[in-house]
């Protein structure tokens, strides 16, 4: 019996959340008294026995023919295999576009119960128990697994990196695969931006930046801080900003450390995609935003004259450190 | 062509968040039922559209789901559904729902499957997915563009950072998201139409639920905003620099 953990990679990167994924799974797994490994499909540039660094024993590495681009089907068949090889019993995924694709197959294929979205590590006290962030980051559930094997997709930035100083043992691991139905005619990349599900600290830019030529105000902080770019449902739908950089309910959900918004009144729908964020910061001209009911710091003021002036206070703390 | 939409009823997008019987089921005193905004906005839309484009193709509509589901399935017939099944359950497991789901599939033999990326209460992002395993089709996640080209659908799907174009053979499995299409509101065409249109309730097979929820709880609240003067924003990146340490 063991835990396998899927480690997402992008372009032959492994990716932030597939760190947390890891530290997960070794937590779950000293819980559980069992070991943590991991599991790479295709090419990947990075050195895999560094996941020794976040808990995990043994690198599983997969790569054919049939696994040179992502496909669910292809994918989730490659790990049912690997499981029933390796004899894992409990599976852990990241949240993201990956996960949410093929954990739910896989969870069909193991008979295994899942959790998706898990913002803590499970409780095994009474029976398999794992918190997971429901009704858009308003509220938890705590899910009960019923069957033997499980499966755990985690929210990413839910789970803190703990980074020790370990080397996996890495091998090569044999298991059929199916050629895939899907063809990839292109990838487009959003280039040098962060990810928005990934980021440490988020800008958000709401109708109170009155059109899309005044963007340079969230993107010049976002800039200077290293942060991912966002904005709120309206600015979207007018498309000020692109489809992908909305947050909330009907948006993306996302957890940063920090999250900055400027001009968004706060709308109990735009919360509910920002709220489980770890410091929120509202820049709004408008006491009465709702927005300030949620918020840790804020200024009742005009973004346009705030705004330079925050920049500038950043430029000099950046230049002193 | 034969599509399947499913559609799951959710508490309205402005609906309180509270929980009933020590805190183990979702308190729906008062609460406005709607279609999940995924599986309407973008799923049923785009299917709709699909339809206005090439007559020839039907749409079916399918929920899991008691009595009260069926005004939310009326209001998609009244978007234009041509017929819906409504499976009697209540099902909060995925794996219930897209078994029930995945049963009604394999006898009518749909050449696409619609769901949205999620529901917006249990957030599991789950059905499409299993039913694609269930039914051993491709399954495309998170859509923001899907056109017919021939006997392929050619669809553009978020990826972390970006987009992937596909292009993928019939039958399918395919999760919808923002981009898809435009939010609607039915006519009095459609309202009047949706009232005849078939809705057959089918008993729910009996099917073990994978998962079940033990407990709800809502979020500590918050300490209060600490408010800084707009005269001196600097202050606010000190503080956020010296005290909450994120910058």
């Not at chain 1, 969230?218 to 600015?235: F, H, K, N, Q, Y």
């Amino acid at each position: 019996m063991s835990i396998l953990v899927f480690i997402d990679q992008s372009e032959g990167l492994l990716k932030k959340s597939s760190f947390e994924a890891a530290c997960y799974g070794a937590e779950t797994a000293k819980i559980m008294g069992t070991d943590a490994q991991a599991i790479v499909i295709g090419e990947c540039k990075e050195d895999l026995s560094q996941l020794g660094n976040y808990g995990i024993s043994k690198v599983h590495h997969i790569t054919d023919n049939n696994l040179q681009h992502f496909d669910a089907q292809v994918y989730s068949n490659v790990i049912f295999n690997a499981c029933n090889s390796i004899g894992a019993e409990v599976v852990i995924f990241s949240n993201n576009t990956t996960g949410k694709a093929i954990g739910p197959r896989l969870s069909v294929q193991l008979e295994a119960g899942l959790v998706s979205g898990a913002v803590a590590l499970p409780n095994l006290t009474n029976g398999f128990i794992v918190k997971k962030s429901v009704f858009s980051g308003k509220a938890f559930a705590n899910i009960g697994i019923n069957t033997n094997k499980k499966i755990i997709s985690v929210n990413p930035n839910s789970f803190s990196i703990n980074k020790t100083n370990n080397t996996a043992t890495v091998s090569s691991l044999q298991v059929s695969s199916t050629s895939s139905k899907v063809e990839v005619l292109a990838v487009n990349k959003v280039t040098g931006d962060i990810p928005l599900g990934e980021a440490d600290i988020v800008v958000s830019g709401g109708r109170g930046l009155k059109g899309p030529e005044n963007w340079g105000l969230v993107t010049d902080l976002a800039e200077l801080l290293g942060a991912a770019t966002a904005c709120s449902r309206p600015v979207a739908d007018v498309h000020w900003r692109p489809h992908h950089e909305h947050v909330g309910q009907t948006g993306l959900a996302i957890a940063p450390n920090l999250y900055i918004a400027v001009g968004i009144s706060g709308a109990i729908q735009h919360l509910a995609g920002v709220n489980r964020s770890k410091t929120i910061v509202v820049i709004n001209k408008d006491p009465e935003a709702p927005f300030f009911k949620a918020a840790d710091y804020g200024i009742v003021g005009d973004a346009f004259e705030v705004m330079p002036k925050i920049i500038e206070a950043v430029k000099k703390l950046k230049s002193q450190s | 062509m034969k599509i399947l939409v499913c559609i799951s009823k959710t508490p309205d997008t402005t609906a309180k968040i509270a929980f009933a019987d020590n805190n183990t089921k979702f308190a729906s005193d008062g609460v406005q039922w709607i279609i999940n905004p995924y599986d309407e906005w973008y799923a049923l839309v785009r299917a709709i559209e699909l339809k206005e484009a090439n007559p020839a193709i039907s749409i079916h509509l399918v929920n899991v789901g008691l009595a009260d589901s069926e005004p939310i399935i009326r209001k998609a017939l009244a978007l234009g559904g041509d017929e819906a099944f409504r499976i009697n359950a209540d099902g909060s497991d995925s794996f219930y729902v897209a078994s029930q789901i995945a049963n009604l599939a394999k006898e009518k033999q749909y050449d696409l499957i619609f769901t949205g990326k999620e529901t917006i209460d249990f957030n599991g992002s789950s059905i499409g997915a299993m039913l694609s395993a269930l039914l051993d089709l491709p399954f495309v996640s998170h859509a923001t563009k899907f056109d017919v080209d021939g006997e392929k659908a050619v669809i553009s799907r978020e990826i972390d950072g970006g987009e992937e174009i596909n292009k993928v053979a019939f039958p399918l499995v395919v999760s919808c998201q923002k981009g898809m299409a435009e939010q609607r509101i039915p006519n009095m065409k459609g309202i009047m139409g949706a009232r005849t249109k078939p809705l057959q309730v089918i008993e729910a097979a009996s099917i073990s639920n994978y998962t079940s929820v033990v407990s709800f709880e809502m979020p500590p609240a918050k300490a209060g905003v600490k408010l800084v003067s707009a005269d001196t924003p600097e202050e606010l990146v000190r503080l956020l620099h010296d005290e909450a340490k994120v910058i």
